[in-house]
């Protein structure tokens, strides 16, 4: 069987028994060669390019292994060599739409190399900088990107993207599919090892739970892949077609967070070694260093919890790449911040205003008050404390304590 793919249709047709699709990228026809594959829904449905003519815009392909095509579903070109660029002119009429909204984050999709996503972070900046997205320093503060990986030529600059990018996801759905599948597991895993490395959050998505689309259970090979992406050190795992489209959404929920759950307490009863993010200590970033002092201080008064006021959400990130087995606190008064914070592993956000008289003792005493609060420490437990003068400002922490609970000259206090 055949298909003509053309540009400009609105619905696929049927012509003289040869099945004719939409395509929203017109420049498939010259840049797919004949015996090239072209892909549909993640590779569900293959084909291989048989003959282009340009002059008439149409791409003829014949179906290898067909299925059933529904509207809206991407088409992959691994042989072919896309010229589309990362960002078009209606991503960036959805980057400013994203911007006048307020969105917490930004995901690039099909990112290629580390210019693409310094870009849109340019591009963010000012457009933040002249809208209502202003820190209270008067400085244009953007929305992070997120980069997806998710083509070949991002695994071969992986080290430069992760550096450019704020966050990192492993979108193993399209990588599958532009890859050797049998790679994808090697892939993720130093995908990971990138991300640990240079200090970025890391979300690996895509078919996690895929059974559960239709079925009450996961099989065990989804279970067991949901806890080694936790054992890797993946800062999130995400649904997608599970919740979006799936029979189960709340029980597909559910049983993940059982899952992680089962492997972090197996994680915390191992012994830990400190995992900071070497690229940053290499560069001698302050408070990556700062943070992985304080795992050592953490580990040698046997402290109960890890709290700092991370303005912006800086040092939480780096507390949360050192490896900590014990909850890690971070306060905030800007109410962005502490929503993004979510992002990092083990790492619980208050949104609070620092204290009237600006006094870290202060701030040491609502700390302990909302730890024995919440039941995570009990009289008499150590905890360490990063903070910096003023509190409320970013990028000022620059300094370490450890408080006793019940003791009021002890940490800040004394």
């Given at each position: ?10 619905e696929g047709v ?321 109410p962005r911040s ?10 619980t956000a208050i ?64």
């Amino acid at each position: 069987h055949d298909v003509v793919f053309r540009a400009g249709l609105n619905e696929g047709v049927v012509e003289k028994g040869v099945t004719i699709l939409p395509t929203t990228y017109p420049n498939m026809i010259r840049e797919v060669a004949p015996g090239q594959r072209v892909l549909i829904n993640d590779g569900a449905i293959r084909m291989l390019a048989v003959d282009a003519d340009a002059a008439r815009g149409e791409l003829r392909a014949r179906v290898t292994h067909g299925g059933l095509v529904t509207s809206g579903k991407g088409i992959n070109l691994p042989e072919s060599d896309v010229k589309a660029p990362a960002i078009t002119d209606r991503d960036w009429t959805c980057v400013e739409w994203a911007v006048e909204n307020g969105l917490d984050f930004l995901a690039l999709s099909f990112v290629r190399e580390a210019r693409e996503v310094l870009e849109l972070k340019e591009r963010l900046s000012g457009m933040c900088s002249i809208r209502h997205d202003v820190d209270t320093s008067g400085k244009g503060s953007s929305i992070p990107v997120i980069a997806k990986i998710e083509k070949p030529q991002a695994v071969a600059n992986l080290d430069a993207i992760v550096q450019a990018a704020d966050a990192v996801m492993v979108a193993r759905g399209d990588l599958g599919v532009e890859m050797d599948i049998a790679k994808v597991p090697v892939v993720q895993h130093r995908i990971l090892a990138a991300c640990h490395q240079w200090g970025k959050p890391c979300i690996v998505a895509t078919q996690m739970l895929e059974t559960m689309t239709e079925n009450a259970s996961p099989t065990r090979a989804e279970a067991s892949d949901v806890a080694n992406a936790i054992f890797d050190g993946a800062d999130a795992v995400m649904l997608s077609g599970e919740t979006a489209v799936g029979k189960h959404p709340v029980l597909v929920l559910e049983t993940m967070r059982r899952i992680i759950e089962a492997a972090e307490e197996e994680q915390n009863a191992a012994a830990a070694d400190a995992r900071p993010p070497t690229r940053m200590i290499e560069q001698k970033y302050r408070t990556a260093a700062l943070a992985h002092g304080a795992w050592h201080v953490a580990r040698d008064v046997g402290a109960a919890a890890v709290v700092c006021w991370s303005e912006s959400g800086g040092s939480a990130r780096y507390l949360s790449q050192t490896g900590f087995r014990i909850p890690i606190l971070a306060y905030s008064s800007n109410p962005r911040s502490t929503r993004r914070m979510g992002l990092l592993r083990g790492v619980t956000a208050i949104e609070t205003k620092p204290p009237p008289t600006g006094r870290l003792g202060d701030w040491a005493t609502q700390v302990e008050k909302d730890l024995l609060t919440r039941g995570w420490v009990k009289p008499g437990d150590s905890i360490i404390l990063l903070a910096g003068k003023p509190l409320g400002v970013p990028k000022v922490v620059d300094s370490m304590a450890v408080m006793t609970t019940g003791d009021p000259t002890s940490g800040y206090r004394s």
